[in-house]
């Protein structure tokens, strides 16, 4: 029979979730640690563990599958956020992508907060600590050698793994005047990057695997639907346990952990009493804090995805193809390279001076020549595209680093079944267009403009009714096509913001015994892709909860 009561009850098994869980337990054995998550464990679902499985695994029943509000920025569509309803979370929907932010995006967190433990350095030990690094001999005071997670490139994970497009897409960069950059994971993300992966043994790496639950207990199906208050020891509320939407209750005799996720954090906030005092009075919930800045500061990695046609599929340069017929090819997403850039100064100033006047920011040390807005990769896969996966396609990624963009989540009622209303509000700032215009543009002069991409790539697969984007296409015709395409990178954050909702010890302000480790406290975005980032995040916040901070 499962314990109604522990030391410490983590709500959400997530990415966090179980590694944080997973530390504490390591810190300290004589604690009593309970994990509560909403979603099944699928650790014996093979397709949790394969590069095809990662591209199956989007709106099956171990993803939220969240629909937002229709989004005037994007041509009043209404997009998917994808979220692991499963334990594990995105680290089982994921696909295994390993880069940290620059050092400056981590120094700017800090600075927003005043903190210097959410710096690059500060992070840097516990970046370090969640890692075995193929290369840490190389760069020791950069990556880590003992963690849980294994982190490998494409071509050490497996001698045989040599996609043919490796050569010829680094060539083609190499054209546009870019560099490769081999500590790209070393605080400096600007150049073409390798592109890492946690990968062990041609296995993706869920945390409840690779981080060691052993003395945890973990139950499944439990769907959270708020704290409960008690009001014993000060006198500021204190959470104390957390009621189920069936009603079970569990308490915590030391705190209690949020490591829900970007949307049912704050929607857990919320109906506990946390939150906007307009938004819980409309819907009968007593209000314990009062803070409008729950929900609020939503940002996502919006993306620009694009399909190309290869010139010559017999050559064996994409999945699907005949060709690649050692399992080695499938040891991870098929990609070499994560290519990461600045915008020019001529293009982003005049953008932040309109965000500037019309009340949408205007942050000037994006015009750093070094500071990346922009990431692209080129797949060897038509991911997602409804087209044959015959070897005849690959696709870019373009993708937003640091939006400036910011939505907001908010609760429709006071019931945990009714999904929240979410207002990513993509799309909305000159620099956010700026950037992504640029990106895709760079994007199509490295595939077709450029005399290594164009032998390899014969042209766009345009969407249905829209025009072929080219290296010359006008900014109009781009700004249409990424409106009318563009999509979340399932990097969302944001929503209970450190500095704002919670304070940098991750303590929910007004209350006490509640924390928040989840991507929610970012109150700033960062690039790279989230997951190096959040283990980070992770283990700091159990360093801080057994040094009693």
């Known amino acids: 029979m499962a314990a109604t009561e522990a030391d410490y009850i983590i709500v959400g098994g997530g990415l966090t979730g179980c590694a944080l869980a997973s530390r504490l337990q390591q810190g300290d054995p004589s604690l009593t640690i309970l994990v509560l998550e909403a979603g099944i464990d699928a650790s014996d679902n093979p397709q949790t563990r394969t590069i095809e499985g990662a591209f199956a ?179 500021l509320p204190t959470a104390s346990g957390v009621l189920l939407t069936d009603g079970r209750q569990f308490r915590a005799r030391k705190e209690i952990i949020l490591t829900a996720g970007t949307i049912r954090t704050p929607q857990l906030l919320m109906l506990s009493g946390i939150g906007a005092n307009d938004v819980l009075s409309r819907h009968g919930i007593p209000v314990t804090h009062d803070n409008p800045e729950v929900g609020k500061n939503y940002f996502d990695h919006f993306a620009h995805f694009q399909l190309w046609k290869l010139r010559d599929p017999a050559k064996g340069l994409s999945m699907g193809t005949p060709r690649w017929d050692n399992p080695a090819f499938y040891k991870g997403l098929p990609c070499d390279w994560a290519v990461n850039e600045a915008v020019p100064p001529q293009l982003l100033k005049p953008a932040l001076e309109a965000d500037a006047a019309g009340g949408k920011g205007g942050d000037e040390s994006l015009l750093n020549p070094s500071r990346c807005l922009v990431e692209t990769m080129v797949v060897y896969s038509p991911v997602g595209a409804p087209v044959p996966v015959d070897g005849s396609y690959v696709s870019t990624s373009v993708m ?142 159990a360093s801080m909860i057994l040094q009693k901070v």
Not at 99 to 115: F, H, I, L, P, S
Not at 424 to 451: C, Q, S
Request: net charge negative; proline share 5%.
């Open 400 to 541: 937003l680093l640091l939006p400036t963009s910011r939505g907001s989540v908010n609760i429709v009622s006071a019931s945990p079944n009714d999904v929240p209303a979410i207002d990513t509000n993509f799309y909305d700032t000159e620099v956010d267009r700026a950037a992504l215009i640029h990106g895709t543009r760079r994007a199509a002069k490295a595939l077709v403009g450029t005399t290594a991409g164009k032998s390899y790539i014969e042209s766009e697969v345009a969407p249905p009714g829209l025009p072929t984007l080219h290296a010359e296409s006008s900014d109009v015709d781009v700004d249409t096509r990424i409106r009318a395409a563009g999509i979340s990178h399932a990097h969302s954050a944001g929503t209970a913001a450190m500095g704002k909702v919670v304070d940098t010890k991750l303590r929910v302000k007004g209350v006490e015994g509640l924390r928040v480790a989840d991507a929610s406290v970012l109150p700033v975005p960062i690039g790279g892709h989230p997951q190096a980032t959040l283990y980070g995040l992770a283990e700091q916040a």
């Open 57 to 235: 695994l989007a709106g099956s029943e171990l993803d939220y599958n969240y629909q937002t509000l229709p989004q005037s920025n994007t041509a009043d569509r209404v997009h998917t956020i994808t979220a692991g309803k499963v334990l594990g979370g995105g680290s089982i929907l994921n696909y295994g992508g390993w880069a940290r932010g620059d050092a400056q995006d981590y120094d700017q967190w800090a600075a927003t907060v005043g903190d210097d433990r959410w710096s690059y350095n500060g992070m840097l030990p516990y970046f370090r600590s969640s890692e075995d690094h193929f290369q840490a001999d190389q760069n020791p005071e950069h990556r880590g050698s003992h963690g849980p997670i294994r982190v490998t490139s494409v071509l050490v994970s497996d001698p045989l793994r040599k996609y043919g497009l490796r050569e010829p897409v680094k060539l083609a960069w190499e054209e546009l005047g870019l560099k490769q950059n081999p500590r790209g994971d070393c605080g400096s993300l600007i150049g073409i990057c390798e592109f890492l992966e946690n990968w062990k043994d041609g296995q993706r790496q869920p945390s409840n695997l690779a981080y060691s639950m052993e003395g945890i207990q973990v139950i499944t199906g439990a769907v959270a639907h708020k704290i409960i208050w008690s009001h014993d020891r000060g006198t």
